[in-house]
């Protein structure tokens, strides 16, 4: 008879038993009831260790377990289907109408918007080539009597398409900007380039290609595991890996990533350089900011790929844009900014 009844038990189970979780669950059922109305009758003991033996506990603890792993298969699910992007890069810059004049002058960027903020001491300004609703922006930040910053070494450069790289580099020198590397084929390709530096010290790759909707098109930043931030940028920030490339000869690999095709989409380039684990941050370089339509569930999906969350998902006092700021594991700050809120903040 005890095995009539749990052979019975058995079949009922596997018939109704969903392929994540297990059949042993927790929570009371009709047929759990019955079976120890059952057991009561004919005698069989009914406590968990009693009636599954010294595994009995360990059963259920692997029950919840495929259902926490469900449930975070879920939220990585639902971070490669969020609508995300690039919205602007913010960075400390000494003398705000001077740097505005040049990027309008030299890189040929459009002053979108620009306010003062005396209560906390700071001014910022938002150029670029589009508006900031569809484009990726430069934020730049002036703290009242500030006039320098240090870049550090982890920070690479922001990339800008230009029609014509020997006349933008002339109309640098013209205007007294730096050139630090001339116009000449990029390392193992045939794409012509040029690097300059604005009046802080940032380093700008001028790229020679064809229109492109988003011409402030990269920024590259410098990691100390490759594969690691690659593939925390893939599960936490939903990125895509576009390509990677390896450079043995001088010493250093790099990969693009980004949330679309990089002749359309501005992109994030990691460079690794042999040897190196660990970068000066400096003060200058800030962050970039993502739109997302849920920070909260943003938040949780970095908590759980080993992020550090520097500031919870909530509001922002007196706008009440909902954000949230962490750090990669290389220590990069990245916020995400809830997409309906950033839309209302421009209006």
Request: glycine letters at 8%; proline letters at 5%; a negative charge.
């Amino acid at each position: 008879m005890v095995m009539v009844m749990a052979l019975m038990l058995s079949l009922s189970c596997s018939r109704f038993q969903s392929p994540h979780i297990s059949c042993y669950n927790p929570i009371p059922s009709r047929r759990l009831t019955l079976f120890q109305l059952v057991t009561a009758t004919i005698g069989i003991p009914q406590t968990q260790s009693q009636f599954f033996g010294a595994k009995g506990s360990e059963i259920f603890q692997v029950s919840e377990a495929n259902v926490a792993s469900v449930k975070d298969q879920n939220l990585f699910n639902w971070v490669q289907n969020d609508n995300r992007r690039f919205l602007h890069v913010v960075y400390h810059v000494g003398d705000l109408d001077k740097t505005i004049k040049f990027y309008t002058e030299c890189f040929g960027m459009k002053l979108l918007r620009k306010r003062d903020i005396p209560e906390e001491k700071y001014s910022n300004a938002f150029l670029g080539y589009g508006p900031e609703d569809s484009n990726f922006t430069a934020e730049l930040t002036y703290s009242y009597g500030v006039d320098h910053y240090d870049i550090g070494t982890g920070f690479g450069h922001f990339g800008v398409v230009v029609e014509d790289v020997a006349k933008t580099v002339d109309l640098i020198k013209m205007k007294r900007g730096k050139i630090t590397k001339e116009p000449g084929s990029v390392k193992g390709g045939s794409t012509i380039i040029a690097l300059a530096e604005d009046p802080d010290g940032y380093e700008f790759q001028l790229s020679e290609r064809g229109p492109t909707p988003e011409p402030l098109c990269q920024v590259m930043l410098q990691v100390g595991d490759l594969d690691r931030a690659i593939a925390f940028y893939e599960k936490a920030l939903g990125m895509q890996l576009l390509h990677k490339r390896d450079n043995p000869e001088y010493k250093y690999t790099v990969a693009t990533m980004g949330y679309g095709p990089e002749d359309k989409n501005t992109v994030l380039e990691l460079k690794y350089n042999y040897g190196v684990t660990n970068y000066d941050k400096g003060n200058g370089y800030v962050q970039i900011a993502i739109g997302t339509n849920d920070v909260y569930k943003t938040a949780e999906a970095v908590k759980l790929c080993g992020g550090k969350v520097i500031r919870e998902p909530g509001p922002l006092p007196g706008i009440n844009t909902k954000i949230t700021v962490f750090l990669d594991p290389d220590g990069w700050k990245w916020a995400f900014v809830d997409n309906v809120d950033f839309l209302k903040e421009l209006e």
